[in-house]
């Protein structure tokens, strides 16, 4: 099973990134779509014009910031994987993709109005204290009033929900297992992720400790994602 050292996580993405997001879709039952755009019309609230979009994967929530944004906003995408990132750059090149690691972004402090990470906070946790280093870059390159959206799986407060919920993870990854059996640790890797993360009030806690402000939870499909928002 990949463990959460980054050069295994990458690995990993190099194993499975032809068929990300057509998985993404299966397992989300194709409601994805739905939160990428809740997450980006909370990123463009306050017209940002400048966006960072961290750990951009193949591209799906850069993608939706530029349709809501109408190309408004100047949107550029970070990540440490080149596969991922070429099928990214394959989508559009109304976005900048670059290559480079979210705890040493490669820009000056204070240069977006607004950053974005979508599915991958449960990639940069390695304990409280390691998702609070990736959130303490997150808020030296944004500008003071710049805004954090962060979308991922919950922990729903219901435990029956949550017994549900896993349950779910763990039958869904059953197919994706056997048609590609050489990703199912892949798979069991993103089940565990799942279940391990924060619920939204504990995320919040990490969030504010990283110097943010005014964060809100925004919690859908009863609990299983949340959508975090907060200000530098
Ligand atoms: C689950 S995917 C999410 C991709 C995209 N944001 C989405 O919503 O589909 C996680 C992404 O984070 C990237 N990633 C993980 N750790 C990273 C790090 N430390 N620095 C940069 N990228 C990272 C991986 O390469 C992968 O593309």
Redesign the pocket.
């Known amino acids: 099973m990949p463990d959460k050292n980054?050069n295994a996580?990458?690995g990993f993405?190099d194993g499975i990134f032809h068929c990300?997001d057509a998985a993404?879709v299966f397992l989300t039952l194709g409601l994805d779509g739905r939160w990428?755009r809740k997450a980006a019309l909370l990123a463009l609230a306050s017209k940002p014009e400048h966006i960072l979009?961290?750990?951009?994967?193949?591209g799906?929530?850069s993608i939706e910031l530029n349709r809501l944004s109408m190309g408004r906003a100047s949107i550029t995408s970070?990540?440490?994987?080149e596969a991922?990132l070429s099928k990214a750059r394959a989508k559009t090149s109304a976005v900048s993709f670059i290559r480079?690691?979210?705890?040493a972004l490669p820009f000056p402090d204070g240069t977006f109005d607004a950053l974005t990470?979508?599915?991958?906070a449960r990639?940069?946790n390695d304990g409280g204290a390691g998702l609070k280093k990736y959130f303490n870059e997150f808020h030296r390159v944004l500008r003071p009033g710049g805004v954090f959206v962060n979308?991922e799986t919950s922990r729903p407060g219901n435990r029956l929900i949550r017994s549900l919920f896993h349950a779910y993870v763990r039958l869904a990854t059953v197919p994706v297992r056997f048609l590609s059996p050489t990703h199912r640790a892949a798979y069991d890797f993103l089940a565990g992720t799942i279940a391990d993360f924060y619920p939204p009030e504990e995320l919040s806690a990490i969030i504010l400790e990283a110097g943010f402000s005014k964060v809100e939870a925004h919690t859908l499909m009863f609990g299983a994602i949340a959508i975090h928002s907060a200000i530098k």
């Open positions: 980054p996580i990458s993405y990300y993404n990428r979009d961290v750990c951009c994967g193949t799906s929530l970070l990540d440490f994987n991922m480079g690691e979210a705890d990470l979508s599915f991958a990639n940069l979308l």
